[in-house]
């Protein structure tokens, strides 16, 4: 009985730890696509950021890099017709220049990857495992595609962090 618990607590320790290693291992992974994907591209890319709610809303962010620097910012939110079919009706749209990045509130910000990936790695997946659960995902070619986090017991709207649809190189500005 005396080997019961220290190797129960002992078990428990490596569940949590093992995930919280796979997370950062896939972290590391992907950083490395990451690296990459921009030295190929020449830091040239184009990125898009969606949120959806369970009330129907959805907005999409898409952000224009040259040479490692945000040049533009394109923002649209949809919400459902009110004809009860599930067809979405533009509501919003606005479009930020080089010199007006992060001008409106709305949407997400205009970050590079490099800043994104800063941000996960110092912020979204640093949050106590305890009280969140912790997401972390790359479906783009290796690159990432969700990460952040819930607070445990959080039950509508509650995703903290980014989730990108699609990174794409761009060859021309």
């Known amino acids: 009985m005396k080997v019961f618990f220290p190797l129960l607590f002992v078990l428990a320790i490596g ?62 939110y949809y919400v459902r017709a009110q004809n009860g079919s599930n067809k979405l009706v533009l509501k919003e749209e606005w479009i930020e220049g080089p010199a007006q990045i992060n001008i409106h509130e709305r949407g997400a910000a205009g970050l590079t990857l490099d800043e994104v990936y800063t941000k ?26 969700l990460c952040g986090y819930v607070p445990k017991g959080c039950m509508d709207d509650c995703f903290n962090g980014i989730s990108i649809a699609s990174i794409e190189e761009v060859n021309t500005f």
Request: hydrophobic share 30%.
């Open 15 to 76: 569940f949590t730890s093992c995930k919280k290693d796979k997370v950062e291992s896939d972290f590391d992974k992907s950083y490395d696509a990451w690296q990459s994907f921009k030295k190929s591209s020449g830091n040239n890319y184009v990125y898009v950021v969606t949120n959806g709610s369970w009330i129907g809303t959805v907005d999409s962010t898409t952000i224009t890099v040259s040479n490692g620097i945000v040049i533009n910012r394109n923002y649209r």
């Open 120 to 145: 996960a790695k110092k912020e979204w997946l640093k949050v106590n495992e305890k009280d969140n659960e912790i997401y972390f995902e790359a479906k783009n070619n290796g690159m990432i595609s």
